[in-house]
């Protein structure tokens, strides 16, 4: 069954929001700790003093969202040329925005690594899901 191309589009804009919200949060761990009173020449190349654990909790989260989601937005992409997004391909971008804020909630709350971890795992599982879809689609097209 054939559906809406740009439906593949809804779960990426929301881990585009959730970057958006980690620059945001990432922003203001740093104003904070320049704030508290560390140096903030450490921000021009990042020598020196480490900054604080809430800080760099914040930068983390931020460069983490620039790693495998970018396999996601390569995949939903790819989906949406192919002209291949199905149900499946549906679940698997979803699931995989669930994952990615379930992830990120953890990390800048509680910051549990197993939780964090789990959530992690989950979202790995639905991005080679996302692409075995996409695969079996551009096989199909040969």
Do not use: C
């Not at 679940?91 to 995989?96: L, N, T």
């Not at 789990?118 to 996302?130: H, I, M, N, R």
Request: net charge positive; charged share 10%.
């Amino acid at each position: 069954m054939l559906y809406n191309q740009t439906l593949i589009f809804l779960p990426v804009l929301v881990v585009v929001a959730l970057t958006l919200v980690a620059f945001v949060r990432m922003a203001m761990g740093r104003a904070a700790a320049v704030k508290a009173g560390h140096d903030p020449a450490y921000y021009r190349a990042h020598h020196g003093a480490p900054e604080p654990e809430s800080a760099a909790a914040g930068a983390r989260h931020w460069d983490n969202l620039f790693e495998l989601p970018t396999l996601f937005y390569a995949g939903s992409l790819t989906a949406f040329v192919l002209g291949a997004v199905s149900g499946w391909t549906l679940v698997f971008a979803w699931g995989y925005a669930a994952a990615r804020v379930v992830q990120s909630a953890v990390h800048m709350t509680y910051n549990n690594p197993g939780h964090r971890g789990l959530a992690f795992v989950v979202g790995v599982l639905f991005v080679f899901a996302l692409w075995i879809n996409v695969a079996l689609a551009v096989f199909a097209g040969l």
